[in-house]
């Protein structure tokens, strides 16, 4: 049997949960005779290296050569600038009013020229001589099985970053997180059948050289440089003919996490827009409960 409520007015139920009547207010409610104490301006002794927004989530547009070509996704946005010794504080709401004023703009799109025009004007707005801004989001992309070519969504984590400094101009580099799928070569080196098998998860960081152009999809080949170099891809659906293709790919390709990077690091090399790289891999090991890494970094010579 269930106890009928007798519900009193919403108001009333506040007071129950302990509501008050607001108190005197005395401080100024109008915007110029408010303190503004992160403009405050003495020594504050160090200079602070980024100052701002993080952990921002806000929808983007994001253009792929892969198919879908064009996607709206939820990115995570950081935002910093410099702040000098003899400044209190940023001004927080500012960056988060760029990024509105970008929304409105016919929504965020995430071209590295619009990255560019982004962070010079924030560092302007801020009235700070940098900024930088670090855009990290799920891409999706179709993957077909191997055999019965049906198509399912796949998707990597990428992020990209670009700073601006007023004198010295634009860095950028960018991120591609991706699973594969890696054979040990030792186990079926040993075994008298099968190998065991893990799923692996590469990391590529990477410097664009000054004369990158927004033409070549980085994000395309980074997956590539993983993706084709591991035991086997991972497919969203794979029907019997297609698991039989991928699982004797694997047996044929036998990778430890030290090839992995070898190799991701040799197509990474051959990219004519990556200036510098690192290479990560992780394998989720199916015979241990811990995983098996490795990495490697590489600058070309200009
Ligand atoms: N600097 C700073 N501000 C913070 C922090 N946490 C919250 N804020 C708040 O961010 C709010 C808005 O900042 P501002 O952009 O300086 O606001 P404003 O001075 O009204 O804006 P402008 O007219 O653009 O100068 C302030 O009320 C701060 O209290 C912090 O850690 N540092």
Redesign the pocket.
């Known amino acids: 049997m269930t106890r009928k409520i007798n519900l009193p007015p919403k108001k009333e139920r506040h007071k129950l949960f302990g509501s008050v009547e607001p108190g005197v207010k005395l401080k100024p409610t109008e915007?110029d005779k408010m303190p503004?104490l992160?403009?405050t301006k003495k020594d504050f002794l160090f200079t602070i290296d980024a100052v701002g927004i993080s952990n921002v989530k806000h929808p983007i547009i994001i253009h792929s050569s892969l198919l879908p070509k064009q996607q709206t996704t939820i990115a995570n946005f950081k935002m910093t600038s410099k702040i000098s010794h003899d400044s209190k504080?940023?001004?927080?709401?500012?960056f988060t009013e760029q990024l509105e004023q970008y929304r409105q703009n016919g929504g965020f799109q995430l071209t590295l020229t619009n990255l560019y025009d982004f962070t010079k004007e924030l560092a302007e707005r801020l009235k700070q001589q940098d900024a930088s801004i670090d855009v990290s989001f799920p891409w999706f992309y179709e993957r077909k099985g191997p055999s019965s070519e049906l198509v399912g969504l796949n998707h990597a984590e990428a992020t990209i970053s670009v700073s601006y400094e007023q004198g010295i101009g634009f860095t950028s580099t960018a991120s591609l997180k991706c699973a594969v799928t890696t054979l040990c070569p030792c186990s079926k080196e040993i075994s008298e059948y099968s190998a065991h098998n893990q799923r692996g998860f590469v990391t590529m960081n990477i410097e664009f050289t000054n004369d990158y152009h927004e033409e070549i999809d980085w994000k395309a080949a980074l997956l590539e440089a993983a993706e084709t170099n591991a035991s086997a891809m991972i497919h969203p659906v794979l029907k019997r003919t297609d698991e039989k293709v991928v699982t004797e790919t694997a047996y044929e390709n036998p990778r430890f996490v030290e090839d992995m990077v070898r190799l991701v690091a040799a197509d990474l090399y051959e990219l004519d827009f990556v200036q510098a790289f690192s290479v990560e891999c992780r394998n989720e090991e199916s015979i241990h409960l811990h995983d098996a890494i490795a990495n490697l970094s590489y600058r070309k010579e200009v």
């Not at 504080?89 to 500012?94: I, L």
Request: glycine share 10%.
């Open positions: 915007k503004d992160q403009n504080g940023t001004n927080m709401s500012r």
